[in-house]
């Protein structure tokens, strides 16, 4: 006779149940967003905290740091303005599921094409800004788009995997740089190229302080305009043109767009070729802009800090704008936060945090009694 069957027992009574969404309800996505840089902040606070530091005092100065007065403001606005580029890069290739994570990459080789227009020589003494400043950013965009264009071709072609070609060119470009700054473009030994002549400068708003006082030591540059018209260009092409429906259909349902007759080898080279574009505009316009040459490590990183934020922005143009003066505020405060490598620590958090919430993006989530 065989034994009376046991009910099994469970340590909670309740039990999580996941179901698949059909479609995502309006607003998700912020508020999901939302939530994860909350839980991140906590998360981060606890840390800072077992570290021995005071997360209240952390997170006040990084305000403080960046929001505190006009010229911090201005401060954040500059570290934000290639964070907005390579954000903007990175978002629309990832919207057509292209992992493009070598923004860097791009970014440092427009910092060298504008360089370039600087150093060769073509442009005689005294060229004009107008003159000077278009061809700079023409050369950046160019440089950039051809970097990320060499991995759209062999992801379209011979379909190699975009992460690794995109990695890869990051390290060859890095090479590439300190060459020149080694080398051929060295300023007296040193590793950095000769100063920008003030014609190839893009204006800042406190270079017009003689006429507005208030403008001194605001050191805010057209770059972040560009920036802005830029956000509000690329949102107008992914979600108001036929070409951006197609990307985003790819990105959605690349089966479905391929019996629709969109030809998706064509469209992998002509995104990479936009995201790398961007970001070689992020390049050109922090070598113009802030730092007015050439020199090893002027990025700290902005095409990979680039990635969070297209993640936080959920690949939305304009959502860009707000991650990437938040994060730019991050850099700029975090120079003085302790223990050292918190603002990093927050960043990688952030990002494990909002990837990790697109669960409530695709599932319902609820508790039931069991």
């Known amino acids: 006779m ?7 027992r469970h340590l909670l009574p309740f039990a999580l149940v996941t179901e698949r969404r059909l479609e995502t309800p309006r607003g998700l ?9 909350i839980v991140a902040l906590i998360i981060s606070a606890v840390l800072i905290w077992l570290r021995g530091g005071d997360p209240i005092h952390a997170y006040v100065h990084i305000v403080k740091a960046s929001l505190g007065s006009a010229g ?43 360089t370039a227009v600087v150093m060769v020589g073509w442009l005689p003494e005294g060229t004009p800004s107008f003159v000077y400043l278009p061809l700079m950013m023409l050369a950046g965009i160019g440089m950039g788009a051809l970097w990320a264009g060499i991995v759209g071709w062999l992801k379209a072609k011979l379909n190699v995997n975009e ?11 890095i090479k590439w740089v300190q060459f020149w700054v080694f080398g051929p473009w060295s300023d007296g030994g040193f590793q950095m190229s000769p100063r920008f002549p003030r ?13 507005v006082s208030d403008f001194a030591g605001l050191t805010v540059h057209l770059g972040f305009i560009f920036a802005v018209i830029a956000a509000g260009l690329v949102w107008f092409f992914l979600s108001r043109t036929r070409k951006g429906y197609e990307i985003r259909l790819i990105g959605d349902n690349p089966r479905a767009a391929r019996y629709a007759g969109i030809n998706i ?32 490590n002027f990025s700290p990183g902005y095409g990979f800090t680039g990635i969070i934020v297209a993640f936080l922005a959920r690949f939305n143009p304009l959502g860009v704008i707000v991650a990437a003066v938040a994060f730019g505020a991050l850099i ?12 990093q620590m927050i960043q990688g958090i952030v990002l ?5 919430s697109d669960v409530f993006l695709r599932y319902k989530v609820r508790l039931v009694r069991r």
């Open 2 to 8: 065989s034994a009376p069957a046991t009910r099994r």
């Open 29 to 37: 996505g912020i508020a999901t967003t939302i939530g994860a840089v």
């Open 72 to 114: 911090v403001i201005s401060d954040t606005l500059v570290k934000a303005t290639p964070l907005i580029f390579t954000g903007l890069a990175c978002s629309v290739a990832f919207r057509m599921r292209l992992w493009n994570i070598g923004a860097e990459g791009q970014l440092m080789m427009g910092a060298w094409g504008a």
């Open 163 to 173: 992460i690794i070609t995109s990695l890869m060119l990051v390290y060859i470009s």
């Open 199 to 211: 014609e190839a400068w893009l204006p800042r708003l406190t270079d017009h302080s003689d006429i």
């Open 265 to 296: 080898g064509r469209t992998i080279i002509l995104v990479m070729l936009i995201s790398g574009a961007l970001a070689g505009l992020a390049g050109a316009a922090e070598v113009s802009g802030v730092v007015h040459r050439l020199q090893e």
């Open 332 to 343: 700029l405060a975090g120079r003085e936060i302790q223990p050292a490598g918190i603002p």
């Open 352 to 356: 494990f945090c909002v990837i990790a």
